[in-house]
């Protein structure tokens, strides 16, 4: 058994595991209830990050019974299972593709978006539906990106992993492979040398990883992730947004800043979805602008994130930017907000391309500028 295997092993796998310190129940209703619905995986060297069961660690993966208590939330918040045309695959956006090759993880987060799959026998992904998405790739020459997510590809065996990399590779129009992975930052054994001679050779391959909280970032798991950069693979990292682990700017900026140490560029700051067993981790929206506002300007801009709302029901990812830095578009004039709240007017160009609709003047910097301004500029800064 290889190491990584034996960490998960030696990992808390069940409720009756979990050490008396970590209890918890409420309403009469206890961790055993929870993991009834979702399971509990805290591999060992996870488990050796926690040093306070209500710290940030602590809290993405011990099990809360405010899990079960939550009722109204929807199981399947971004409409995944309508949008995925064959079991494994979503095909949401025009050019790429979600592909989720396996329901396991390095660890079982109690965030989850996913949680009504991950770790249950319902949600196997098998080897037949594997091939069946390869297969839907091909006969669809628009894709030109997939992202393997699941669950935790890199929970595949080596082979098993270059087997579905392969297939993917000899498809001519897919041009992108990407893998999602929380194994770095929570199982970083994993990334060994072979591992990282097989994945070069399916370039251009990039990971997105997945880092809350710079008490993630290791020795561990800082050599996994330069191990992965060594093998020329783009490292990008989405974060969830979540009470009580990371939502205060200094926690986020410190994270961002160490991740671009280890050559890893922060790429989504998700707003937690409304997930139903999950639905306890959201921040109002606001958190997230403000935290955003105060990262921009103030660190650079390596180490700043999109931050997206996932919009509910499958509208997809919408970015979301504080509204404070375009203050106003009007009369060829942008009015512009800088981070430290100073106010600057930058004349725009003229749209010349476009034939002014009111008034005469056609000049350059005339009325017609203004007019097409206005057009394009309709209600910005008047909210
Ligand atoms: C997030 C996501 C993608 C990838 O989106 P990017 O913005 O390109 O990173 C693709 N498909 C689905 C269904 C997604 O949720
Ligand atoms: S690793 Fe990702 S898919 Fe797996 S439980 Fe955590 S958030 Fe969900």
């Known amino acids: 058994m290889e190491e990584w295997q034996q960490l998960l092993v030696d990992g808390i796998n069940r409720s009756s595991q979990i050490p008396p310190p970590w209890k918890s129940s409420k309403e009469g209703v206890g961790q055993g209830e929870v993991e009834k619905t979702f399971p509990i995986r805290i591999n060992a060297y996870y488990r050796s990050l926690i040093t306070d069961p209500e710290g940030p660690i602590g809290r993405q993966v011990i099990p809360d019974p405010e899990e079960v ?220 602008i403000r935290i955003m506002k105060e990262l921009q300007g103030h660190t650079s801009g390596m180490a700043i994130p999109h931050f997206v709302i996932d919009a509910p029901g499958g509208g997809g990812k919408v970015p979301i930017l504080p509204p404070d830095y375009l203050v106003s578009m009007e009369d060829g004039d942008v009015v512009l907000r800088n981070y430290e709240g100073n106010v600057y007017t930058y004349p725009d160009a003229p749209l010349l391309d476009e034939p002014a609709e009111e008034e005469g003047g056609q000049g350059f910097r005339g009325s017609g500028v203004g007019t097409a301004g206005e057009r394009n500029g309709k209600g910005l800064g008047k909210s």
């Open 69 to 288: 208590l939550d009722f109204d939330s929807p199981v399947d918040p971004l409409g995944e299972d309508s949008d995925s045309p064959v079991p494994a695959i979503v095909h949401r956006y025009p050019d790429r593709v979600l592909f989720l090759v396996t329901n396991q993880c390095p660890i079982y987060c109690r965030y989850c978006t996913r949680k009504r799959m991950i770790g249950t026998p319902e949600g196997v992904v098998t080897r037949g539906e594997v091939e069946e998405g390869i297969e839907y790739i091909r006969t669809h020459p628009e894709v030109r990106d997939v992202i393997l997510s699941g669950g935790d590809p890199l929970m595949l065996k080596d082979d098993y992993l270059e087997f579905i990399l392969s297939g993917l590779r000899k498809i001519p129009h897919l041009e992108v492979i990407r893998i999602g992975s929380r194994v770095p930052s929570s199982l970083p054994q994993r990334v060994t040398p072979e591992l990282c001679a097989m994945l070069k050779k399916y370039h251009p391959l990039f990971m997105n990883l997945h880092f809350n909280h710079p008490d993630e970032i290791t020795p561990e798991s800082s050599l996994a992730c330069n191990m992965l950069a060594d093998a020329g693979i783009p490292l990008g990292c989405q974060t969830v947004l979540m009470k009580g682990v990371n939502d205060e700017a200094g926690i986020l900026k410190k994270l961002f800043q160490k991740l671009l140490t280890i050559r890893v560029k922060p790429y989504y700051l998700y707003q937690a979805d409304l997930t139903r067993g999950a639905n306890h981790f959201r921040t109002p929206v606001s958190t997230g």
